[in-house]
C-alpha cells in the first residue's frame, strides 16, 4: 500500500497540466534508492523514489518519496520558485511512521512583512480554517522552525488514515490549485534591493531545512551517512550547490 502515491500522480498531472514542466536533473544513484530492514518476518523492504522538474517561474519542484510498507509511507514535496520572484515555497510533509501520521502542508513566506500575508495567506485563511476544524493543530512544534511558516501552516496528526485519504488529499489540492494561481499570477523582480532580500530569504530557508531535515535519521539509518548527506545537500536542498551556476534576473 502506498499512501502517498495518489498525492504525488495528482500533483505532477496538475503541474503539468498548469505549467510548462521539464525534467529537473536527478544527481546519478539517487533516482532510487532501496535498502532492507528488519530481519525475518519483519524483514521489510524501504524504497525511496526521487521526482525533479522544474517550469519557467519555478527553480525546483522535488519530491521524495518514501515507500515502506504500511507503518513507513513518507511524501516530501516541496517547491522551489526562481530567485526572481516573490513567491513563497510550497512545502508538503506527509508522514506515516508506526506512530502515526504526521502532516505539514504551507506556502512558507519569504517575508514576515504586512503586506506578503495579504498577498500570499490571507487569501488561504476562510479554506484553511474550514480545514482546521477536521484537522486541528497537531501540536509540539519546533521553536526554531515557527518563522518559516505562514499563517495558513497546515500541522496536523490525523489518527485515521481515512482522514489523510480523503480531507488531507482535499486541502493538499486546495494549496496545489492555489500555489499554481499565485504562480500565474507572478510578476518578476527587477529591484536589486529586492532580489538581495529574496535570495537571502531563499538562502536561509533552504540552510535550515538541510541542517534540521527531521529526515536525517531515517534516511542515515536506511542507506548510510554518506549517501544521506549527499541526498540531502545534491538534490533535496540544493540551492547553494547551484547558485554558481544560476542567473539571477
Ligand atoms: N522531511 C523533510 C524531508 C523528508 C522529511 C526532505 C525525505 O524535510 C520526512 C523526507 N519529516 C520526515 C520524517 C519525519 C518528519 C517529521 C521522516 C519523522 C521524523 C521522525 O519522527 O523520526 C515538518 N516534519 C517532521 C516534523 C516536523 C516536520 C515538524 C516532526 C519532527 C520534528 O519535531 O522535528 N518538514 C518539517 C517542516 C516542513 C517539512 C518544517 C515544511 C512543510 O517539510
Known sequence: MSLYQTFLDYAIAYLRENLD???YPIPEGYQQKQAITGKGKRE???VTTSHGFCSPKLRQIR????EGGNSLQ???FVIFPNLNYDLPFFGADLVTLPGGHLIAIDMQPLFHTNHYQDKYSKPLLPTFQEYQKELPWGGDFPEEAQQYFSPAFLWTRPDKTEIVE???FSAFKYYLHTYVDFVKQAQKITD???LENVL????NYIQYRAEKDPARGMLTRLYGTEWAEEYIHGFLFDLERKL???SIA
Do not use: F, G, I, R
Open 244 to 246: 554558481p551556476h544560476l
Open 200 to 203: 537571502t530569504a531563499h538562502k
Open 192 to 194: 536589486s534591493q529586492q
Open 63 to 66: 519530491a521524495a518519496h518514501v
Open 166 to 168: 480523503t480531507t488531507v
Open 74 to 76: 513518507v511524501l516530501n
Open 21 to 23: 514542466l521539464e525534467d
Open 44 to 46: 521489510q523492504e524501504v
